[in-house]
């Protein structure tokens, strides 16, 4: 399986999210679901994964999922980032915004996921390996200067949610 991460169809909100590279550039939408089609035309199954947050909770994705066709579509709630290098709190919503989002989508088969502790390996943009079991999305290593095993040991990593996550 191979997760994209497609937080916006809309090239103006991705580079508000920073989904872009250092010119500027984003992945059109266009061009996103010419690379969804091609994963799926290799046989390989394929994930979705959206972080609704206050730039794009009111964003219709529903002719984008559709045409991108994923096996799996996991829309998720922003999560505050706390003691990293910068402060998501301008981006946070709350849960009726989220549930906008998601009853926005219902045509669709989702996962809308509240709670990912301890189930998600996660890399901020600075390489650090996030603890997400506190709620805090706290910082543990930074996986430039620490090996991964050595990281991750520092995580109370819970397999069997995990599996459940992940079941077909």
């Known amino acids: 399986m191979i997760g994209l991460s497609i937080d916006s169809a809309n090239p103006q ?8 590279t250092a010119s500027g550039n984003v992945l059109e939408p ?15 199954s394929l994930k ?7 730039l794009n909770y009111s964003e219709d994705l529903n ?5 991108a066709s994923p096996d799996r ?13 910068f402060d998501n709190t301008a981006f946070l919503i709350n849960d009726a915004q989220f549930n906008n989002f ?19 390996i996660m890399v901020d943009v600075f390489g650090h390996l996030i603890d997400t079991g506190s ?15 050595e990281a991750f040991a520092k995580i109370n ?4 949610n995990y599996k459940v996550r992940y079941a077909a």
């Open 13 to 20: 909100t991705l580079k508000e999210l920073g989904r872009n």
């Open 30 to 44: 266009e061009r996103c679901v010419n690379l969804c089609r091609y994963i799926k035309e290799k046989g390989i």
């Open 48 to 54: 979705i994964n959206t972080v609704v947050s206050l």
């Open 63 to 67: 002719s984008f999922i559709k045409e």
């Open 73 to 85: 579509w996991k829309i998720l709630k922003i999560k505050k980032l706390e003691n990293c290098h």
């Open 102 to 120: 998601v009853n926005r989508h219902k045509n669709f088969p989702y996962i809308a996921e509240r709670s990912m502790a301890n189930t998600y």
């Open 135 to 149: 709620g805090k999305n706290t910082p543990v290593a930074n996986l430039l200067t620490t090996g991964f095993n």
């Open 157 to 160: 990593f819970d397999y069997e």
